[in-house]
């Protein structure tokens, strides 16, 4: 037989195209889920109508204060002028009525723009964000409780600013100026789209319970009361952790992807800590609501916290149960957390922050990643 | 006398079927000789036919297979032209040639993977088949393996340092592989020879690949605007969107390049895994699935699908998914992670301790290695040193 093989060789000389994978042409399947309209948020007060106690209680705790609008902002309004100097750079904080200007001048240039939002409830400290351009930015200068004043915003104090722009602040991304709001707010965010107009300064009900709408509905329909809300109490000690606390406080997944994780930063990141503790587990006596009221203000005492210990924990001679049967301590019955939960100072965050990796902190010994 | 009828019988039958076989023969080459010239002619259609008669006379022709399956390449029809080259070579496995044509239909419907075996066995054949060592390292390039893409675009580019092609193919794997030097060398080379959106494009991948993301939004926005349907642009210009904060625009960039090309891993991936964090389970899984279909090791291809999996309740299948993960990728510490905690849902409390203890001590090493990675711990300096521009390209 003959051979008259014609061959198509088709490798042309341009493999850009090849390289860049050659198109089939098809079109995608239309799959794209249509997207509802979100249940919307009511704000507490329509929480209060039925669980009055407690959403009074909420307003009143820190999670309530995790952002305000400069005009109801404590610190800027017990604080007439604050100022801070670094080299040629001068920050400075003015209140005027009930807005405050932020100024940055090099001495040459200036910059004086109206502060919007201030970000943290002052526990450590509070950082200031404001719109240039369009665009929203990161004051470069924080307010720290501890020195009652003005310094680096965490991760500035190293960089170089190029221009007085710079100095200021940093520009917020699309995704940054949507994370900030979506976790120091409440329904900042529907559908991914941040929501400035219609968000609640700080987190309350609706920002862990979700929306109310729906739930509110069922009720006046009758329903039973659970109806259209989210049942946290299904959660284990693991997704309270990771999930609903670790979606805003760093879960440990998420820390893994942060740049400068390694190190002392990472004391910041409660979720992402207790999850490399010994005692670590999906039980909800090692989650965060176990030693954390969400409702409430942050405990201080000793005392309480040790009760949260020996919920597992066993003290000597006490005899093992199903439920309590971890180990007892072999030096102390009380204050575990003064050896067990370290508190660490942070360079440049003028803070003591108690590092969640529950473990046998011997002193001298570095700080475990 | 009974025996020498019945020889006269049979010769006479014997000498019949000769001559009906010479004319099948006659026949079907007459149709295989319209079939060339048709095809030379340019009528496809014409030629597809002459080739088809031509086999329906004589099924086993290798010619009329190879030739009517590289009538149905021109066609676009490349699963017929494939099915006709695989016809071929059940006759004759050593036709390289048709071979190469095999791994060019795969590589033409996407099938990356069958494309490199093909192509691979070409190669093994014969190391100067260069053309299938060129196409062979695209191949490579596209399923991620870069080193070896590299390699067998190397042996090309050096045997054909003119070749624009394999100079830009070079060129790309280089950036993608952070051999930022060699590359933008043979970008430099090959620039001025291609088409404005093949040249933004490149300059795009050159500013990704040197970190001014905002550089390379910027040239892979100008290539996507000159041809929309230039393959990957949309797709790198996703990736550049989010590491810019932009995950709203990442998401309409994946969607644009799958209407190009619904086959692109990177596409799927990514956009798979922003609809999964949106909730989109429904949306995400086809993609997540075909991302991993396509790359069934992949690490990231592993890990959304399993994220996925665990968010449709599926705990079994992505604890599968992550322990492939994890025994690819031994560091791979969010996986490892998200495997412990799913343990800890099965109550495999040991298990999960197990793997705790692994990232400990994957933490204790890097720890070690980066002595000074807490930057924080430095004191705060002044911010008084001379101002420099940011460099922007």
Same mark, same amino acid.
């Given at each position: ?31 794209? #889920? ?53 080299? $040629?750079?001068?920050?400075?904080? $003015? ?26 409830? !002052? ?18 200068? #924080? ?29 917020? #991304? ?49 329903? $039973?009361? !659970?109806? !259209?809300? $989210? ?69 201080? #005492? ?28 072999p030096t102390g019955k009380s204050k575990c957390t003064d050896c067990h939960m370290p508190k660490i100072d942070l360079p440049g965050a ?20 | ?31 295989? +000789? ?16 002459? =080739? ?23 066609? &676009? ?25 095999? &791994?060019?239909? =795969? ?16 190669? +093994? ?18 399923? /991620? ?11 090309? =580019? ?16 280089? @950036? ?6 060699? /590359? ?21 991948? @050159? ?33 550049? =969107? ?12 994946? %969607? ?15 956009? &798979? ?5 949106? /909730? ?14 396509? %790359? ?16 449709? /309740? ?25 495997? +412990? ?12 301790? %197990? ?5 400990? %001590? ?32």
């Amino acid at each position: 037989m003959r051979r008259k093989i014609r061959l198509a060789l088709v490798v042309t000389a341009m493999m850009a195209a090849a390289v860049l994978l050659a198109t089939a042409g098809q079109s995608l399947p239309q799959s794209q #889920s249509s997207k509802p309209e979100p249940p919307r948020y009511l704000g507490a007060q329509a929480c209060a109508a039925c669980h009055a106690e407690i959403t009074e209680k909420q307003q009143k705790s820190m999670l309530a204060k995790a952002m305000q609008p400069v005009p109801d902002c404590q610190i800027l309004s017990s604080h007439k002028e604050l100022k801070f100097q670094s080299g $040629k750079f001068t920050f400075e904080i $003015k209140r005027q009525g009930n807005q405050s200007m932020y100024t940055v001048s090099d001495g040459v240039a200036q910059i004086s723009v109206p502060l919007l939002y201030c970000f943290g409830q !002052g526990k450590s400290g509070q950082t200031y964000v404001y719109e240039y351009n369009g665009a929203k930015y990161e004051s470069r200068v #924080s307010f720290y409780t501890a020195i009652n004043g003005l310094d680096f915003t965490l991760g500035y104090a190293k960089d170089i600013p190029a221009n007085i722009v710079e100095a200021a602040g940093r520009q917020l #991304s699309v995704d940054e100026t949507r994370n900030c709001f979506q976790c120091h707010t409440t329904g900042a965010t529907v559908n991914r789209q941040l929501k400035l107009d219609t968000m609640v300064p700080g987190v309350h009900c609706e920002a862990c319970h979700g929306p109310g709408e729906k739930h509110v509905a069922a009720v006046k329909a009758g329903e $039973k009361a !659970g109806a !259209g809300m $989210k049942r946290l109490s299904d959660l284990d000690g693991d997704d309270i952790n990771q999930k609903l606390c670790g979606d805003c406080h760093r879960s440990a997944e998420e820390v893994f992807e942060l740049p400068n994780r390694a190190g002392i930063n990472s004391v910041r990141f409660q979720p992402y800590r207790i999850f490399h503790s010994r005692c670590y587990s999906a039980d909800r006596r090692i989650g965060c609501t176990a030693c954390h009221d969400p409702h409430g203000d942050l405990e201080t #005492s000793a005392a309480f916290y040790d009760s949260k210990c020996l919920a597992c924990h066993l003290v000597k001679n006490d005899k093992p149960t199903a439920e309590r049967a971890a180990r007892a301590c072999p030096t102390g019955k009380s204050k575990c957390t003064d050896c067990h939960m370290p508190k660490i100072d942070l360079p440049g965050a003028h803070f003591k922050f108690t590092d969640h990796r529950i473990r046998i902190a011997r002193e001298g010994a570095p700080y475990p990643n | 006398m009974v025996a020498t009828i019945a020889q006269s019988v049979l010769m006479f039958v014997a000498l019949l079927a000769s001559v009906q076989d010479r004319e099948t023969v006659r026949q079907s080459e007459a149709q295989f +000789a319209r079939g060339v010239e048709a095809q030379q002619k340019g009528d496809l259609d014409a030629a597809r036919q002459a =080739y088809e008669a031509a086999l329906k006379l004589i099924p086993q022709r290798i010619d009329a297979l190879s030739n009517l399956g590289v009538v149905y390449a021109k066609l &676009g029809q490349y699963d017929k032209a494939a099915a006709n080259y695989k016809a071929a070579l059940a006759i004759d496995p050593n036709e390289h040639d048709i071979r190469l044509n095999l &791994g060019i239909a =795969y590589f033409q419907t996407h099938q990356i993977e069958a494309a490199r075996k093909e192509l691979a066995q070409v190669i +093994a054949a014969n190391p100067d088949k260069l053309q299938a060592r060129q196409l062979l390292g695209v191949c490579l390039f596209q399923i /991620g393996k870069l080193p070896e893409a590299i390699r067998e675009l190397e042996i090309v =580019y050096n045997a054909q340092p003119d070749n624009i092609g394999v100079a830009y193919a070079l060129g790309t794997a280089y @950036l993608q592989n952070d051999q930022i030097e060699q /590359g933008r060398a043979l970008i430099d080379k090959v620039f001025k020879f291609l088409p404005p959106a093949e040249g933004h494009l490149i300059l795009g991948a @050159l500013n990704a690949a040197t970190r001014n993301h905002v550089g390379a939004v910027e040239e892979l926005r100008l290539a996507a605007k000159l041809n929309p349907k230039l393959p990957t642009v949309h797709t790198q210009l996703g990736v550049e =969107y989010l590491i810019t904060g932009n995950r709203d625009l990442a998401i309409d960039a994946f %969607r644009e390049e799958l209407k190009n090309n619904p086959r692109d891993f990177m596409a799927n991936l990514r956009l &798979g895994w922003l609809l999964r964090e949106d /909730g989109l389970l429904d949306e995400a899984e086809p993609l997540l699935k075909l991302a991993l279909e396509m %790359r069934p090791d992949d690490i990231a291809a592993l890990f959304h699908s399993a994220q996925l999996a665990q968010a449709r /309740g599926r705990v079994d299948e992505a604890v599968k998914m992550l322990e492939r993960a994890t025994e690819l990728h031994k560091d791979f510490r969010q996986a490892y992670v998200l495997l +412990a905690r799913l343990y800890l849902k099965q109550k495999r409390t040991a298990d999960a301790d %197990r793997l705790r203890a692994i990232i400990d %001590r994957l933490n204790e090493e890097e720890q070690k290695r980066q002595p000074t990675a807490d930057k924080l711990s430095e004191p705060p300096k002044a911010i008084d040193r001379p101002i420099k521009p940011p460099q922007i390209q």
